[in-house]
């Protein structure tokens, strides 16, 4: 990109030449296997990520590597059990952030160095079984810059459970919540009926029999009489945790302006 913007100064290339390079950089091959959008986070401020289910573990090291190299950071996402315990083998002299729960991991060179902003997200999750995709959102949250606050089993089958938690999130002052909740999934719901903040509901895919594996929990927050909800699709941590840091920076930078 430098490279291309020093030519537009020198006046060896044209605007449209340089706009048109711009666009062709944003993009980077891996050996046939994949490509990159190595630009995204400059143009979108969302990091590119790499979707690991399904790919073999020579593509996936190749890929890795890659965007190592271009960016000095590799999130991977949808990890299987085997795909992890490798993937932490092979970059082992790298630094490699893995919550307890998520199979989603960060892969960064040691001298990298993340930019990090003023906004707060919130995140609420109805049982501990749902941790697996709190955690992810918190993830990626944390690693488009923002603060992230994770309070856990605050399920509606003991409402009482949910007071301490939600006056966290208002002493946090956070800028978005994100609720996961699987079963009948009613945590976002009675939430968003309690606060002005922003609300992304994740349907989970705990629970089991008739509307199992997050089918009701989707099908209720879609129905959800309190407004003010928006719904990702089930288990879908990473989608929440980039909607979620997007609004919450848009609020940081406003807050800073004033």
């Known amino acids: 990109m430098r490279e291309i913007l020093e030519k537009l100064s020198k006046g060896e290339i044209s605007v449209n030449e340089a706009e048109k390079a711009l666009k062709i950089n944003f993009v980077e091959s891996v050996s046939n296997v994949a490509k990159l959008d190595v630009g995204r986070e400059n143009r979108r401020k969302v990091p590119e990520m790499i979707f690991a289910e399904g790919k073999s573990h020579e593509d996936l090291e190749k890929i890795c590597k890659r965007m190592l190299e271009t960016m000095g950071r590799a999130i991977v996402t949808r990890l299987d059990e085997k795909q992890l315990e490798q993937i932490k083998r092979q970059f082992g002299e790298y630094e490699v952030q893995k919550l307890p729960h998520a199979m989603s991991i960060v892969i ?74 699987g079963r009948e999934g ?73």
């Open 108 to 181: 960064k060179k040691k001298n990298y160095r993340e930019l990090r902003g003023e906004g707060k997200v919130g995140i609420l999750t109805a049982g501990t079984v749902d941790l697996a995709v709190a955690e992810e959102a918190s993830m990626i949250a944390d690693a488009m810059g923002c603060e992230t606050y994770l309070e856990v089993d605050a399920g509606v089958a003991g409402i009482h459970r949910l007071v301490d938690p939600l006056k966290k999130m208002i002493e946090h002052d956070v800028d978005c919540l994100i609720v996961v909740a």
């Open 186 to 258: 009613a945590l976002p719901t009675v939430v968003a009926g309690l606060v002005d903040i922003p609300l992304i509901a994740v349907p989970a895919s705990s629970g089991y029999g008739y509307g199992g594996r997050g089918q009701a929990a989707l099908m209720a927050m879609l129905q959800a009489c309190s407004l003010g909800i928006a719904v990702v699709n089930i288990d879908s941590g990473v989608a929440a945790g980039v909607i979620a840091a997007q609004i919450a920076n848009r609020v940081a930078n406003a807050r800073a302006r004033h």
